[in-house]
C-alpha cells in the first residue's frame, strides 16, 4: 500500500541570513510587530543563527532507516517542513519525481490540536496542490502521546535527569512538565492538555515519582489573549517563595531538543533559576532514544500490516488513523481568562 515516510516538522534557520525569512514565514497572517520578529531573532543569533531542529531530523532519519533495516520495512524516507527548507512543496516535487505515490507521514508532534494536527494535514494539502497531478498521496500516522515505546523513552531520559540530583535532596525533588502554551481558544477545539497530563502521569508512575505538575512555556501572540498557564516561569519564582530548592524540568511536550527548550528552558528558566536559588535539572527529550525510534517502526507496521496490535497504554487507548472532519478545528475567538498577565512571547523551534 505504501512506498515511503514523510517525516513532517517544522523548519527552522540554518545560517544567520535565514533568521529572519524564516520568522516571517512563521508569523505570516499573524500580526507580529516587525520589532518583535528582530527581538526574537537574536534568540537564534545567540546560537549562531542554527536551530538545533533540522540537524535533530537529519539524525532521527538516520536512526529510522537503521530501524528499518533491521525489520525488512522497504520504505524510502522523506523529509518535509512547514516554514523553512526542505519545504513541503519540494519535498513532495522530489517523491513524485521518485516514483513515489503513496506514503505515510509521522509528523514531530504527539499531542493533537490545531496547529500540531490540521495545520499539518492542511500543510500537506497544499503543497499536494501545488505539485497538482500526480503528486502522492499522504496519509498522516496516529498521535502517540499514550505509546508505550514513548513513555518508556520519556520515563528513562525522566529517570536520568533524576539521578543527577544529590541523594539527599531527591525527595525532596519537584517535577514539572514544560509544553508548548497555546491560545486558550485552541485547547478549546482539542484534547491538547488532556492527552499532555495523560502523558505526564504515564511517565511520573514509570519513573516512581509521587507527583507531577503541568507547565508551559513558549507562548506567542498579544499579551490580550488568553493562553495556557500557568507559564513555568512564574511558577518557578511561586515554588521558591514557597521553599522549594531542588526543580525537574521535562519538556514531554517537545520530541528534540530544539530552540524553544534550549533558549526558554535552558537559558531563560536556568538563569531565572539561578537567581531564586533552584537547583533546577532539564531533562533531554527523546531525540532518537531507541524506544522512540522503534515507536516510529511500530506505528508504520501497523498500517501496512495485517493484524497488528495498536499500541497504548492509560485509559484512552490508541489516537484515531484517519482523523474525522471535526478533528482539531482552528481557535475559537475566545476561550477561558487568563491566570496571569504573561507577556507575549514570538518563539517557535
Not at 499573524?30 to 537574536?42: D, F, K, Q, S, T
Not at 504527539?110 to 495545520?119: E, I, M, T
Not at 527523546?286 to 525510534?293: E, L, R, W
Request: proline share 7%; hydrophobic share 40%; net charge neutral.
Amino acid at each position: 500500500m505504501y512506498d515511503a515516510l514523510l517525516i513532517v516538522s517544522f523548519g527552522g534557520p540554518e545560517k544567520p541570513e535565514d533568521v529572519l525569512p524564516f520568522l516571517e514565514n512563521v508569523s505570516r497572517g499573524r500580526n507580529i510587530p516587525r520589532e518583535r520578529l528582530l527581538e526574537v531573532a537574536e534568540h537564534y543569533y545567540h546560537f549562531g543563527g542554527r536551530s538545533p531542529i533540522n540537524d535533530q531530523n537529519r539524525a532521527l532519519i538516520r536512526a529510522i532507516e537503521a530501524e528499518f533495516a533491521q525489520s525488512s520495512i522497504r520504505l524510502r524516507i522523506y523529509w518535509g517542513n512547514r516554514n523553512w527548507h526542505p519545504l513541503l512543496p519540494d519535498t513532495l516535487r522530489k517523491m513524485q519525481g521518485d516514483g513515489v505515490k503513496r506514503a505515510l507521514a509521522f509528523v514531530t508532534s504527539a499531542y493533537s490540536s490545531y496547529s500540531s494536527c490540521r495545520q499539518y494535514r492542511e500543510n500537506i494539502a497544499a503543497a499536494q496542490a501545488v505539485v497538482g497531478e500526480g503528486v502522492p498521496q499522504v496519509d498522516k500516522l496516529r498521535f502517540f502521546y499514550n505509546h508505550p515505546a514513548f513513555i518508556e523513552a520519556c520515563a528513562d531520559r525522566v529517570r536520568e535527569a533524576f539521578g543527577r540530583f544529590p541523594s539527599e535532596a531527591r525527595a525532596g525533588v519537584h517535577f514539572i512538565v514544560t509544553a508548548h502554551s497555546i491560545p486558550c481558544g485552541m485547547a478549546s477545539t482539542s484534547n491538547y492538555e488532556l492527552q499532555l497530563r495523560q502523558t505526564a502521569r504515564l511517565v511520573a508512575e514509570a519513573v516512581g515519582l509521587p507527583g507531577w505538575e503541568l507547565a508551559f512555556q513558549s507562548r506567542s501572540g498579544s499579551p490580550t489573549q488568553p493562553w495556557l498557564e500557568p507559564d513555568i516561569l512564574d511558577r518557578l519564582r511561586q515554588l521558591r517563595a514557597s521553599g522549594v530548592e531542588n526543580v525537574l524540568v521535562a519538556p514531554l511536550g517537545f520530541i528534540s531538543d530544539h530552540m524553544e527548550v534550549i533558549y526558554d528552558l535552558d537559558s531563560e528558566a536556568a538563569d531565572l533559576a539561578k537567581v531564586l536559588g533552584i537547583n533546577l535539572v532539564r531533562a533531554a527529550t527523546v531525540g532518537t532514544h531507541p524506544a522512540f525510534v522503534r515507536m516510529i517502526r511500530q506505528l508504520v507496521q501497523e498500517r501496512i500490516l495485517r493484524n497488528e496490535p495498536k499500541l497504548a497504554i492509560g485509559r484512552f487507548g490508541p489516537n484515531h488513523d484517519i482523523c474525522p472532519d471535526d478533528c482539531c478545528p482552528a481557535p475559537k475567538t475566545a476561550g477561558r481568562p487568563p491566570v496571569s498577565a504573561a507577556q507575549p512571547v514570538l518563539q517557535q523551534p
